[in-house]
């Protein structure tokens, strides 16, 4: 099939990466982009060979642009996520999928009615480390999944990121962040999460940038900074989840799986590859154990390629906008939890996406088809 045109808006820190995956992968090719900052969309134009740079409405009104590859803010991933499907695109962001619950579930229902694909980030579930880790369990490594803790530690980003002030913002803290790759692996690895319980703290109500160009500018604290989550999963398995902005050093695994008959170490899920460790009874110490999949190395882009692949030949996509609601929902659930020191339980759902097929060759999603 030919591959599908992309629109991108939003050329940040992180848009390099995509605007890379666009020439990697077969199933897409980047053939425009958009910022608030004109200035800024043409220079990510003229660096990596994309014909168009244009203005957000531009983009919009393209009949070229198959998906849009929304890449903005937090702040600004449900309007823009809203005007794409509302221009009849389909619609791939970056995590979360919007900041409020309501607006999460407007997209799904506007994608549903549009008969539009909705899509969002993380795909590093997709890579060969949690992929490897789904397999083993699936094939019964560990026998019947009883438990999973899910680590996620360090001192915030003011130390190294030039406009560190979102972290801190409405929507961020280390929950929003970079809790999208743990809920999403816990659910690729496990199914859904049941219900929710948490506690949670600001330590420091203000932090001090040190990174340039922002060096010594003060940011107000607005969301909690440290969340201990306690998860029921539907298939009974129990988690524990902690995000953390106040730890200074830690040694903590980032995700461990326990079963009835073993234990898992998964690697770090805000990566594509290993290692997957595995601890059974009779075994002195943990093995490692060969990645069975693809793409172990970075490989940002592989959800929007696996969705384009879908669009053109009718199947399901893996990052649906459906799981990301569902960790949404979640993440919500526990600030939620936490304020009111209830038990939630989480009434969205979604399905575990299907498996990655192994032994794929760079630039594919798909096997090659039978002779």
């Known amino acids: 099939m030919d591959p599908v045109n992309v629109g991108v808006i939003g050329c940040g820190n992180i848009s390099d990466l995509y605007f890379e995956a666009g020439k990697r992968f077969d199933d897409i090719q980047i053939v425009a982009c958009a910022d608030l900052a004109a200035e800024r969309a043409r220079a990510k134009a003229q660096a990596h060979g994309v014909p168009k740079a244009c203005s957000v409405d531009a983009l919009l009104a393209d009949e070229e642009v198959e998906i849009v590859l929304n890449l903005t803010v937090p702040a600004a991933h449900f309007d823009v996520s809203r005007r794409a499907l509302e221009a009849g695109r389909h619609v791939y962001g970056e995590k979360p999928l919007a900041l409020a619950r309501e607006e999460g579930r407007a997209l799904l229902e506007l994608a549903e009615k549009r008969s539009l694909l909705l899509g969002c980030a993380p795909d590093t579930v997709l890579g060969a480390g949690v992929q490897t880790a789904r397999k083993a369990i699936d094939d019964g490594w560990i026998g019947e999944p009883v438990s999973a803790t899910a680590f996620m530690q360090c001192h915030g980003h003011e130390g190294w990121h030039p406009d560190p002030e979102f972290y801190y913002a409405a929507g961020g803290g280390p929950l929003f962040d970079m809790g999208p790759y743990y809920l999403t692996a816990l659910v690729t690895l496990l199914g859904p999460v049941a219900a929710v319980s948490a506690e949670t703290r600001i330590t420091f109500p203000e932090r001090v940038i040190t990174s340039e160009p922002k060096r010594g500018k003060r940011v107000p604290v607005e969301v909690p900074t440290h969340v201990a989550g306690l998860l029921r999963f539907r298939n009974d398995a129990v988690g524990v989840l902690v995000t ?48 069975t999949h693809s793409y172990g190395e970075q490989s940002r882009g592989l959800g929007l390629a696996d ?65």
């Open 244 to 291: 953390s902005f106040d730890v200074w050093r830690t040694t903590l695994p980032c995700i461990e799986i326990h079963g009835t008959e073993g234990s898992m170490i998964v690697p770090d899920p805000n990566t594509f590859g290993g290692p997957v460790r595995v601890f059974r009874p009779g075994h002195d110490d943990w093995r490692e154990i060969p990645l």
């Open 307 to 371: 969705m384009a692949r879908a669009l053109g030949t009718g199947r399901a996509h893996r990052a649906t906008g459906r799981l990301a609601f569902h960790v949404l929902d979640v993440m919500h659930a526990l600030h939620e939890g936490a304020a009111s020191g209830a038990r939630l339980r989480i009434e969205s759902a979604c399905d575990r996406p299907a498996p990655m097929p192994m032994a794929l060759r760079e630039g594919q999603v798909d096997p090659e088809p039978a002779a």
